[in-house]
């Protein structure tokens, strides 16, 4: 869990309209105050059902950054209640309940600590290898395959005249993104490899049409973060790197037929040569899964390292969040 965003909704149709506007504006400096430095950012808006109308009433944005709000490298489930507090105590004053705030944007996300610079380099060129779309999202700016730093897909609603962002994922060097903007790294952002998956409003609003409540609880859960981010294991598999040679020599132990450590040496080399995708397009999807199912019960990972590469083993870190089922 990292940034969340969150909106209160007052419309001039209420009721009690007058009276819960003028406690908003009232106590607003004073709410303001206490969210200085400390992860919360509050925002106040006009609500515009359409740019016809004039005024429809307020729309509170809260803004937060779970991380800098606990200063820690990964939330724990048992965090959730502290931060739900944490919110609770910026907008007593305002007179907002949690209960009438609905989540607008989440961010799911898990930190994984590489110490090593070039290591953590390493990790992102074999990842780069993965399949080019995610369900249906597809890898942001495909003829950037130099940049290593950032793998980032993103799912767009074709169906809307904006062109809305559904959700987005991004597996990223945490570290090497802040210095590159020139902002030195937090603590809890120091040798950082981050798997993110981006929950937008549009997927919000999809599900709520299909019944899913679009409140607090409902998508600041821990269930709905384990389910979101161990989707991401069909992009980069739960084994750990070996090289080609390595992993044949594995896979001949393994009690497989020969002719089958062959196929699987075939596509584990034509992954090597170009992707995931390239691989896949060169048997049929049956065998092609059959081949990572049958990788992954050796702990395997498809994506073989390149024999040039000077190591011939490399530990996955994502392969103990993922056999833990996402809930670390």
């Given at each position: 869990?990292?940034?969340?965003?969150?909106?209160?909704?007052?419309?001039?149709?209420?009721?009690?309209?007058?009276?819960?506007?003028?406690?908003?504006?009232?106590?607003?400096?004073?709410?303001?105050?206490?969210?200085?430095?400390?992860?919360?950012?509050?925002?106040?808006?006009?609500?515009?059902?359409?740019?016809?109308?004039?005024?429809?009433?307020?729309?509170?944005?809260?803004?937060?950054?779970?991380?800098?709000?606990?200063?820690?490298?990964n939330i724990r489930e048992s965090d959730l209640p502290?931060?739900?507090?944490?919110?609770?105590?910026v907008l007593w004053s305002l007179g907002i309940d949690?209960?009438?705030?609905?989540?607008?944007?989440?961010?799911?996300?898990?930190?994984?600590?590489?110490?090593?610079?070039?290591?953590?380099?390493?990790?992102?060129?074999?990842?780069?290898?993965?399949?080019?779309?995610?369900?249906?999202?597809?890898?942001?700016?495909?003829?950037?395959?130099?940049?290593?730093?950032?793998?980032?897909?993103?799912?767009?609603?074709?169906?809307?005249?904006?062109?809305?962002?559904?959700?987005?994922?991004?597996?990223?060097?945490?570290?090497?993104?802040?210095?590159?903007?020139?902002?030195?790294?937090?603590?809890?952002?120091?040798?950082?490899?981050?798997?993110?998956?981006?929950?937008?409003?549009?997927?919000?609003?999809?599900?709520?049409?299909?019944?899913?409540?679009?409140?607090?609880?409902?998508?600041?859960?821990?269930?709905?973060?384990?389910?979101?981010?161990?989707?991401?294991?069909?992009?980069?598999?739960?084994?750990?790197?070996?090289?080609?040679?390595?992993?044949?020599?594995?896979?001949?132990?393994?009690?497989?037929?020969?002719?089958?450590?062959?196929?699987?040496?075939?596509?584990?080399?034509?992954?090597?040569?170009?992707?995931?995708?390239?691989?896949?397009?060169?048997?049929?999807?049956?065998?092609?899964?059959?081949?990572?199912?049958q990788l992954s019960a050796l702990g395997i990972n498809?994506?073989?390292?390149?024999?040039?590469?000077?190591?011939?083993?490399?530990?996955?870190?994502?392969?103990?969040?993922?056999?833990?089922?996402?809930?670390?």
């Open positions: 869990m990292d940034t969340i965003l969150l909106i209160f909704t007052l419309l001039d149709t209420e009721i009690d309209f007058d009276t819960r506007i003028s406690q908003i504006y009232y106590a607003w400096d004073k709410a303001v105050s206490m969210c200085r430095m400390k992860g919360i950012e509050l925002s106040l808006h006009y609500a515009k059902p359409n740019v016809l109308t004039s005024f429809h009433g307020i729309e509170v944005h809260i803004f937060v950054r779970c991380l800098k709000l606990l200063h820690c490298v502290i931060i739900f507090q944490k919110i609770q105590d949690l209960e009438e705030l609905t989540a607008c944007h989440v961010d799911f996300c898990h930190n994984f600590i590489v110490v090593d610079k070039k290591e953590r380099m390493q990790y992102m060129k074999l990842f780069a290898k993965s399949h080019w779309t995610f369900y249906k999202a597809v890898r942001k700016d495909p003829e950037e395959i130099e940049n290593y730093n950032n793998l980032y897909w993103s799912c767009i609603d074709k169906h809307n005249k904006k062109h809305t962002q559904v959700f987005n994922l991004q597996l990223y060097d945490k570290t090497e993104e802040r210095n590159n903007k020139g902002i030195k790294p937090e603590e809890y952002e120091e040798h950082v490899l981050r798997l993110e998956f981006q929950v937008r409003e549009r997927l919000v609003q999809k599900k709520a049409a299909k019944g899913f409540p679009n409140g607090v609880f409902d998508w600041i859960n821990w269930d709905v973060r384990a389910k979101a981010l161990a989707s991401t294991q069909k992009l980069f598999y739960s084994g750990d790197f070996y090289t080609l040679r390595k992993a044949y020599t594995i896979l001949k132990h393994s009690g497989l037929p020969l002719s089958r450590c062959d196929e699987i040496r075939q596509f584990m080399s034509d992954i090597s040569q170009v992707d995931v995708d390239f691989a896949f397009s060169r048997t049929t999807k049956y065998r092609a899964e059959k081949y990572i199912s498809p994506i073989p390292i390149p024999q040039n590469a000077g190591m011939p083993f490399l530990k996955n870190p994502l392969r103990a969040f993922y056999e833990g089922g996402c809930v670390a």
